[in-house]
């Protein structure tokens, strides 16, 4: 079992930058690859990023490549969004989500979600 809580959400200018943080809830964070994924009304959920257990391999949706920063401390059982450059676009819930996995690969595994945290970008 693992229970995941997003932070970090809130609004933003356009050309601003946000960091989401997930606090993680076992004793086996190594064990689970983790990931953010974001949902906008109108659209199905979608991955953003996602990391396996050591940091090592790391997926990055073509939107956000170059802005967006996944990194994980093991220690501390977190994960972080660092997003930079932001765009109106990026408006959306995100989530945490986690999948007792190695690979951060095959995003139809991921099975474990945090409640979501809105981050909106104005122009």
């Known amino acids: 079992q693992i229970q995941l809580v997003e932070s970090g959400g809130g609004s933003v200018q356009a050309g601003g930058s946000r960091r989401l943080s997930c606090t993680a809830s076992t004793p086996f964070f190594v064990d689970y690859a983790m990931g953010w994924f974001r949902q906008v009304p109108g659209q199905e959920r979608e991955p953003v990023a996602t990391v396996n257990w050591s940091g090592g391999r790391i997926y990055y949706t073509d939107p956000v490549k170059g802005r967006f920063t996944i990194s994980r401390d093991n220690p501390k059982n977190m994960v972080y969004l660092q997003m930079t450059s932001l765009k109106p676009e990026d408006t959306a819930v995100y989530y945490c989500?986690?999948?007792?996995?190695?690979?951060?690969?095959?995003?139809?595994?991921?099975?474990?979600w945090g409640q979501g945290t809105q981050v909106t970008v104005s122009s």
């Open positions: 989500a986690a999948k007792r996995t190695k690979s951060p690969y095959f995003i139809t595994e991921y099975d474990y």
